[in-house]
C-alpha cells in the first residue's frame, strides 16, 4: 500500500464538554481520493478545522508525511502544502475573482512583504490566475467583485482558491453543497482533474459524487469512525446503512 | 465606536478610484489643485497653523493605514507621536544636525517602539486592540513624566533647535516649506503601502483573516509589520511638530491626542487615506479659529462637529465626496 500523507492519532475535540471528534484514527494514503461522509453533526468539518490549525485539538496528534504538524497555526500548516476550501464560502468581500487568485498565487512567495513595490507586480500571476479561473469555469467573471457572483460561481472560486495553494493535500469541505446538477457535473470533473499528484480528502453528502470519485471512505458518526474502506464495502456495511445511508441511498 | 467605524471601514471608498475611472486630465487636474492649495496654504492661513496641518495630516494618514486598510483601531498612536517628538527633540539639541535627520532619527525611534507594542497588541483585535494600545500609550506618558531628567517632565523639553545647513527658519512662514518635502515624503510612503502586494495582502486580512491564513499569510507578522510602519508615519508628523513648536511636552503623549487623530480619521473617512489630510485640516483649523476667538469649549464644537459628520456624512467628508463624484462620472 502507498504511503500514508495525513495521518490523525485519537484525535479529539471537545466543546464545553461536548466531544465533536472523538478518538479518530485518520491513515489517507498518498494519491487517493479519500471521502469523509457522515450525518450533519459528525465531527466533519471540526475534524477539517484541526487538521488545517483552526482549531486546537482537546487529544491526539496529526501528522503530514511523517512530520507532527499537531498544534501548528493556520498559515503554517498552508505553508506545508495542505490547502482548505471553507464549507460555509469564505471569500474577500472587496476583491474580484481575479484580485482573489492572484492574492492566493502570491501567498507562496515573498511578494507580500514588499511595501515599497507597485501592486502593479501581481501582473506577473495574471497568466496563472487566468489559467485558474478558466479551471474553474469562471473565465468570463474575473472582473466581477466576488460579492456580486452567484453562489455556484462563489463555490467554484472558493475552489480556485485551494488550488491557487498548489497543495499536495487538498481538503474540500462539502465542494458540491447547494449547486445545481450541471454545476456538481463540473465540479466532480475538476477534482478528478487536479487530483492527479495530490492526495485528496472530500467531506461530501452527495453519494453519487463520493462513489464516482473516492477511492475509500471513512464514516463519521457522532465524533467517532464507524467504519472505514473501499466505497463500495462501506457502502454495503449494515451499520453504515442503518446509522446514515439509509433507505434513501439504497433507492437511489 | 469601535463596531461602528470597523463595519465602515470594510468597504473605503476612494476618491482615486472614482478619479481612476475618469478621463486623465480630470486626474492631473485634480492633482495639480491639490499641489497649489498644499504651496498656497502658509499665505492664506497663519503659517503657524499651517505647519501644524501638515504634522497632523501625517499622524492621521498614519492611523488610517491601520483602521482603514489593515482593520485596527490603535487608540494608542499619541505613544509614538510623542515618543518621535521627544526623540527629535533630543537628537536635535545634543547632535545638532539638520532638522529633517533629526525627524527621521525620532520617526526610527518610534518604529522601534511599536515593535515591541505591535507584537503584544496585534494578537489581539477589536475593542481589546484599543484598549491593549491605550494601556501601553499610557505606560509611556507615565515614564515619560517620571523621567524628568531625561524629558523635562511637566516643564517639557525647551528651545529645541531648528537647523537646517544654517538657513534662517524661525518663521513659520519659511518652516512650512522646508517641513513640506519631508511631509511629501511621508504622504507618499503612506500612498506607496496602500498600493503595494503587502497593502493587497493587508486589505484581505482586515476583510478575512481566517481566509489570509487558509492561503498561507502570517496575519500577526503582517498587522505587526503595518503596525511599525504606521508608527513611523506617525513618528514623522510628530518629529515635525516637535520642530515646528521648538518644544515639547507632554501632551504629545496625551490620549486625547490619540483620540484626535481618530476624530480626524473619522471626519475625512476611513479608508480613503487622503481624507485624514482633510479631517486633519478641518480640525486643526477650527480649533485655531475658536481659541482664537476666545471660545472656551472648544470641545463642544469640535464633538458637535464629529456627531454631524458621522451621522450626515456616513462614509466622512472625503469618502463622500468621492462617492458623488463617482455617481457623475458613471452617468
Ligand atoms: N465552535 C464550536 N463551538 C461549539 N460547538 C461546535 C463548534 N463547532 C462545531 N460544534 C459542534 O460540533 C458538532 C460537529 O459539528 P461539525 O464539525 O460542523 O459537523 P459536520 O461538519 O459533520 O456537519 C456539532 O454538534 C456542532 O454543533
Ligand atoms: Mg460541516
Known sequence: MAETVLATHALTRDFRGFRAVDGVDLAVAAGTVHALVGPNGAGKTTLFNLLTGFLKPSGGRIEVAGRDITGLPPERIAALGVARSFQITSLFPMLSAREHVELALQGRGTLGWRFWRSAKLLGRYRARADELLAMVGLDELGEAPANALPYGRKRALELALALALDPDVLLLDEPTAGMGLEDVDRTVDLVDRVRAGRTVVLVEHNMSVVGRLADRVTVLQAGRVLAEGPYDEVRADERVITAYLGAADAAG | ?331
Open chain 2, 1 to 331: 465606536m469601535s463596531v461602528a467605524t470597523q463595519e465602515k471601514a470594510k468597504r473605503p471608498p476612494s476618491l482615486l478610484r472614482a478619479v481612476a475611472g475618469a478621463p486623465r486630465g480630470l486626474r492631473w487636474a485634480l492633482l495639480a489643485a491639490a499641489l497649489a492649495v498644499t504651496l498656497w496654504l502658509p499665505n492664506g492661513l497663519y503659517p503657524a497653523v499651517a505647519v501644524d496641518i501638515l504634522c497632523w495630516a501625517l499622524f492621521a494618514v498614519a492611523v488610517d493605514l491601520l483602521l482603514g486598510y489593515t482593520g485596527l483601531l490603535s487608540f494608542g498612536h499619541a505613544a509614538f507621536w510623542g515618543t518621535s517628538a521627544y526623540a527629535t527633540g533630543l537628537v536635535a539639541i545634543h547632535a545638532g544636525v539638520p532638522f529633517p535627520v533629526a525627524v527621521l532619527a525620532g520617526a526610527l525611534v518610534a518604529a522601534a517602539l511599536a515593535a515591541p507594542i505591535g507584537y503584544l497588541a496585534v494578537r489581539r483585535t477589536g475593542i481589546y486592540f484599543a484598549m491593549v494600545t491605550l494601556a501601553f500609550a499610557q505606560m509611556i506618558y507615565y515614564i515619560a513624566n517620571n523621567r524628568r531628567g531625561l524629558t523635562g517632565g511637566e516643564n517639557g523639553l525647551q528651545s529645541v533647535p531648528r537647523e537646517l545647513f544654517g538657513l534662517d527658519l524661525t518663521d513659520a512662514y519659511y518652516f512650512y516649506y522646508a517641513a513640506l518635502p519631508v511631509v511629501l515624503l511621508g504622504l507618499w510612503a503612506a500612498w506607496r503601502i496602500v498600493h503595494s502586494p503587502f497593502g493587497r495582502v493587508l486589505v484581505g486580512i482586515r476583510d478575512n483573516p481566517a481566509r489570509a491564513r487558509a492561503l498561507g499569510y502570517p496575519v500577526h507578522r503582517y498587522k505587526l509589520l503595518a503596525f511599525v510602519l504606521s508608527a513611523f508615519i506617525a513618528g514623522l508628523g510628530g518629529g515635525l511638530f516637535a520642530m515646528a513648536h521648538r518644544f515639547v511636552t507632554l501632551d504629545t503623549l496625551h490620549w486625547t491626542t490619540s483620540g484626535k487623530a481618530v476624530v480626524m480619521v473619522v471626519l475625512g473617512g476611513i479608508g480613503t487615506l487622503w481624507g485624514g489630510v482633510l479631517g486633519a485640516a478641518l480640525l486643526v483649523r477650527l480649533e485655531d479659529w475658536l481659541s482664537f476667538s476666545g471660545f472656551e469649549a472648544v470641545g463642544l464644537v469640535t464633538g458637535g462637529l464629529f456627531i454631524v459628520v458621522v451621522l450626515v456624512f456616513r462614509r466622512g467628508l472625503w469618502g463622500t465626496a468621492a462617492d458623488l463624484l463617482r455617481r457623475r462620472l458613471n452617468r
